[in-house]
């Protein structure tokens, strides 16, 4: 699962810092999608704290007593991957869990968490330091691994320590060759700097890419990556709007459609650094006031935070200036948050549409129109309307037709400002909002509320959205869910530029 070959393609070079250590800058004046780097992983595994899953293809295991093993180790492998011998599982640790006679055993009843597998992709990342040890001496050993910030955390130290480094050195017996500074290294490292990405078949993951992981962060990115699983997991960046030379690289390492204090939180526990980006400084998020609340004592104000990434800062409002606590406000918003996690736990049905209506009209006079809370209940109705029962496509009045353009168009306006370019969320977006629009078009033609011009008008209007849709997401690998919408929007996009042909001769 690892390649000398690891970037074919390489338009970056690395710079270094006191705040951000070593980064990557972009060579050359560089337009928006332009592929900056090709790059293989070091290593592919399953994710921490998971179930159990098949080490070959991360096929949860199936809910039954009966339990798929390697036949050669008895560790977890569905038959699938058993006889396939490519099989990551049967290339790495199947041989040293033979040797060792390092047992799998099965999880109590009702348990959902393996903590035996969380050795797996520490393992194989020393298994290939062992078989490619250049490359993990010029690209993997310099990673940040924050063990001095990992170590505040003693309960999942102690957990990683036991399940992973005592785990490799004791019962499966590696400690002639990996020392537990070594292993708790290689953990620090995956913590910090691996990405998570999807099987062909949808399964997540974890991947050690060890020269794109050295991106710098920002809340507004310039950079997408596409994870490749039909080309061994190669990972492709590319610049999600013009780029000049020698610019910093930056991704975002955390949810982008999540509000300061949250994504915050995110980067100090889990990259054990604070964010200064202009976004994270701005207490307007860039004047979308995507964490503000309305502000009580005046009809026109909204509170935002007077210092965004201070954990106690006090929010006060743009217009009177009235004051509240970090203390109040995270109460009101842990409130609200535990009503959309109730109806995002719903099952996916009319209910659940109905209920995230309530919630976002419920709210209305507490958040910001744009709050990130308002904007994941629209994401959520966007998918829900003409999927779920009683609000399928067909069965939409033009007034649900227009709503759902509606929130199409609140999310992009924020996705505009955050994934500015080619952003696969804005792809998907532009998607869902071409359909309200191809039919509300169609249906004022209909009911002569349009004439054949306007009809033409709006359609090719639709046409945009699709074409840019499909420009960001043929860069898709063709088996993930990006890619397969891809090939819906180019037949769409096909059977309604020959529509709007067919107008064009009748207006002729």
Sequence with gaps: MTSPTSRPVNRTSVQWSAVCGR??????????RSLLIEELPFAIGPKCNGPVVCLGCCRPAPATD???????CGWPLCEECSENEDSPHLQLECREF??????????PSGSSYCPQLDCILPLRVLLAKEANPKRWEVEVAPMEHHESERRLNEDVWHADLVNIAQYLRGPCKLASRFSEELIM?????????????RTARGYPLRCLYPYTGILAHSCVPNTARSIYPSEGFKIRLRAMVDLDDGQPLHHSYTYTLD???????????GKFFTCNCERCLDPTELQTHFSSLKCGQCAEGFLAPKQPTEVDTSWNCCSCGASSSNVDVETTIKSIQSEVSGV??????PHRLEEA??????YKSLLHPLHFIATGLRQLLIEMYGRVQRYEMVQLSDDLLERKAELCRQVLSVLNKFEPGLSRSRAMNLYELHVPLVLLAKSGFIASKLNGGELRARLVDAIDLLKECVEILHYEDKCSQEGVLCEVAKQALRQLT??????????D
């Design 259 to 269: 509000g300061t204090a949250q994504r915050q939180t995110h980067l100090r526990e």
């Design 185 to 197: 290294q290689v953990v620090g490292v995956l913590e910090v700097n691996a990405f998570e990405a």
């Design 344 to 349: 995002q736990a719903l099952e996916m049905g």
């Design 23 to 32: 980064y990557l800058v972009a060579q050359e004046s560089t337009p928006a």
């Design 98 to 107: 033979q040797i060792s006679g390092a047992r799998f055993y099965r999880l």
């Design 498 to 507: 020959l529509s709007v042909e067919g107008l064009g001769s009748e207006l």
């Design 357 to 362: 209506e309530r919630l976002l009209r419920k």
């Design 66 to 72: 009966v339990e798929e093993l390697c036949v050669l």
